[in-house]
Nanobody, 120 residues
């Protein structure tokens, strides 16, 4: 089996924080590039954050840089996305992904997504 399962989404107030988790099975996250993507209603799916296995570089889209942090716990085979200072514009379905590169076409494995809603 090669699976990714997200958890941690929900309804939160503006200014609050959430940590999303992505548990991998069937492969080792320590050997692949790992990323987070999101898709809001009516918008294209966009890359949010990524860790490249080739050079350990991290990447963030400009709208989340400074607020979100991607990390990986190899012992737990889990990727995390820490999200701080959330705004309504962060409302979206968040997907974790893993594969060969940080662009969408470089991702070979995708989770089903977890919904994050930021509202008062």
């Amino acid at each position: 089996q090669l699976q990714l399962v997200e958890s941690g989404g929900g309804l939160v107030q503006p200014g609050s924080s959430l940590r999303l988790s992505c548990a991998a099975s069937g492969f080792n996250l320590g050997y692949v590039t790992t990323g987070w993507f999101r898709q809001a209603p009516g918008k294209e799916r966009e890359g949010v954050a990524c860790i490249r296995i080739t050079d350990a570089s991290t990447y963030y889209t400009s709208s989340v840089r400074g607020r979100f942090t991607i990390s990986r716990d190899n012992a737990k085979n889990t990727s995390y996305l820490q999200m701080n200072s959330l705004t309504p514009e962060d409302t979206a379905v968040y997907y974790c992904a893993a594969g060969r590169g940080c662009l969408q076409d470089g991702m070979d494995y995708w989770g089903k997504g977890t919904l994050v809603t930021v509202s008062s």
